[in-house]
Nanobody, 116 residues
């Protein structure tokens, strides 16, 4: 069974930084697709950034130049470095991974609040 545990969320002032981490355990490999999504109050969940096993990266336009996704295959961990945070980045952030085309596993979610 795959489990994902997120860490690193919290509250920060506009312009600040946070680094989210998601540690995966179970039957995964370095080829596993991993990603971060977020859901703000009253809004649909949206993809923020993703990284394939081969290192191909996608970053949503609204966070491009501010957020960086990376992975540590040896530790089965994906990170999201968030810089220059804005109030509109406030959301619950979820990591997930795909094994093949039919299995998707989600983390429990972690709150990020950007407020002065």
């Amino acid at each position: 069974q795959v489990q994902l545990v997120e860490s690193g969320g919290g509250s920060v002032q506009p312009g600040g930084s946070l680094r989210l981490s998601c540690a995966a355990s179970g039957s995964i490999s370095s080829r596993t697709f991993m990603a971060w999504s977020r859901q703000a109050p009253g809004k649909q969940r949206e993809l923020v950034a993703s990284i394939t096993g081969g290192g191909i990266i996608y970053v949503q336009d609204s966070v491009k130049g501010r957020f960086i996704i990376s992975r540590d295959n040896a530790a089965n961990t994906v990170h999201l470095q968030m810089n220059s945070l804005k109030p509109e980045d406030t959301a619950v952030y979820y990591c997930y991974l795909d094994i093949g085309v039919a299995q998707r596993y989600w983390g429990q979610g972690i709150q990020v609040t950007v407020s002065s």
